[in-house]
């Protein structure tokens, strides 16, 4: 009886530990630079009207202290703002269990990309798209 009882909390932590991964792109997530793997950032992805949009809230050793947009479009209204608080992704879409038909700036490059979005595994993937090239990157929560 003691076996079973202990093969049941073991059962049921490991199910609620499946539970608890992050199933949705809404919340706090880390940026990995796809060359070092360090963290570069956190981004939090919040909805508005239905729609998806991501802010910086920290960035990880910046080259300059207080970086702002300065490779951004001049027609950009994200031209010359701080990246911290800076909207880089916007007016994602759900598409069954994706998000997609928004943008997503690269503020150290100024390129704005469209995007798609979806969680996998408890992780964020994030596609920038130019034509038909497209670069993947995973995010991860930023709570672990």
């Not at 997503?104 to 920038?128: A, F, M, Q, S, T």
């Amino acid at each position: 009886m003691k076996t079973f009882f202990s093969l049941f909390i073991v059962s049921a932590l490991f199910i609620l530990n499946g539970f608890a991964q992050q199933t949705s792109p809404i919340g706090k997530w880390k940026t990995i630079d796809d060359n070092t793997g360090k963290t570069k950032s956190v981004v939090e992805i919040s909805e508005k009207n239905g729609k998806l949009f991501g802010m910086v809230l920290e960035l990880f050793d910046p080259e300059k202290p207080d970086p702002v947009c300065e490779e951004c479009a001049s027609d950009d209204p994200r031209y010359m703002k701080p990246i911290v608080g800076l909207e880089v992704i916007r007016n994602m879409v759900k598409d069954g269990s994706e998000y997609e038909d928004g943008d997503i700036l690269d503020p150290e490059n100024g390129k704005v990309y469209r995007c798609k979005l979806w969680v996998e595994d408890g992780k964020l993937k994030v596609r920038g798209y130019i034509s038909f090239l497209y670069r993947t990157q995973t995010w991860l929560p930023a709570d672990s």
